[in-house]
C-alpha cells in the first residue's frame, strides 16, 4: 500500500524551531511536498521539494532524502499564528494527484 | 483573484438523502481535484478533471458518488444516496498545469446523520 507517517502533535514555544518529519512508502515518486491548515481553513501551499537538499522559503525550510524516503519541515522564530496542522504529501504520479499524511498539528505556546 | 470558492461550507442531511457539492476553481485551471478528509484521518484523493474529462476517478469510493464538470468551469459533487460514513470535509483544489502546486478550497463539512 501507499502511506505516510507524520507524528500526530507537536508542541513548541513562541520563537523556537521546530521539525516536522515524514517517511513515506508509495510506489511512484515525484516529489513531496507541504501544506498548512487552520482550523476549518484551505490547506495551502507551503514548500516542494523535487531532489534531494533543502529548500528554503523565509522562515520555512523543507528536507528532502528520496534514499530515506524522508523528508521534513522546519519552521524557525514559531509565531502564534503557526500553530496549524501540517501535511506532506507525496506526488505520486505527474498528474499532480497527491498521497497526503495524517498530518501533525502544532501547538505554539507563549 | 480569487480562489477557490466551495459551497456550501457546511451541510446537514440525513442518511438516505441525497446532497450536491459545488467547486468553483481559480479562473483559467484546466485542472481541478476532488479530495476528502474523514474525521482524524487523512486527505484521500477522489478524482480529478482536466478541463470536461475526468482523468483519474481511481479514489471514487463507490458508484453512489457521481461527479460532473460540464462546461469545464466549475464542479459539483453528487453523493446519492448518502451513508454516514461518508460524513468528513470534502475539498476541492485547482490547478493551472498538472504537477504544480494545488489551490484548495475551505472544503465543504459533510455531516450524515
Known amino acids: 500500500g501507499q502511506s505516510l507517517e507524520q507524528p500526530s502533535e507537536v508542541t513548541a514555544v513562541e520563537g523556537a524551531i521546530v521539525q516536522m518529519n515524514c517517511t513515506y512508502q508509495?510506489?511512484?515518486?515525484?516529489?513531496l511536498s507541504w501544506y498548512q491548515q487552520h482550523d476549518g481553513g484551505a490547506p495551502t501551499f507551503l514548500s516542494y521539494?523535487?531532489?534531494?537538499g533543502l529548500e528554503e522559503t523565509g522562515r520555512f525550510s523543507s528536507f528532502l532524502s528520496r534514499s530515506d524516503s524522508y523528508g521534513y519541515l522546519l519552521l524557525q522564530e514559531l509565531q502564534m499564528k503557526d500553530s496549524a496542522s501540517y501535511f506532506c504529501?507525496?506526488?505520486?504520479?505527474?498528474?499532480?494527484?497527491?498521497?497526503f499524511g495524517q498530518g501533525t498539528t502544532l501547538q505554539v505556546k507563549p | 483573484e480569487a480562489g477557490v470558492t466551495q459551497f456550501p461550507s457546511h451541510s446537514v442531511i440525513e442518511k438516505g438523502q441525497t446532497v450536491t457539492l459545488r467547486c468553483d476553481p481559480i479562473s483559467g485551471h484546466d485542472n481541478l481535484y476532488w479530495y476528502r478528509r474523514v474525521m482524524g484521518k487523512e486527505i484521500k484523493f477522489l478524482l480529478h478533471?482536466?478541463?470536461?474529462?475526468?482523468?483519474?476517478e481511481s479514489g471514487m469510493p463507490n458508484n453512489r458518488f457521481l461527479a460532473e464538470r460540464t462546461g469545464g468551469t466549475y464542479s459539483t459533487l453528487k453523493v446519492q444516496p448518502a451513508e454516514l460514513e461518508d460524513s468528513g470535509v470534502y475539498f476541492c483544489?485547482?490547478?493551472?498545469?498538472?504537477?504544480?502546486?494545488?489551490?484548495f478550497g475551505s472544503g465543504t463539512q459533510l455531516s450524515v446523520l
Open positions: 521539494n523535487a531532489l534531494d
Open positions: 478533471f482536466v478541463k470536461e474529462s475526468k482523468q483519474d
Open positions: 483544489a485547482s490547478s493551472q498545469e498538472e504537477g504544480t502546486k494545488l489551490f
Open positions: 508509495t510506489s511512484g515518486f515525484y516529489g
Open positions: 504529501a507525496v506526488e505520486g504520479s505527474n498528474t499532480g494527484k497527491l498521497i
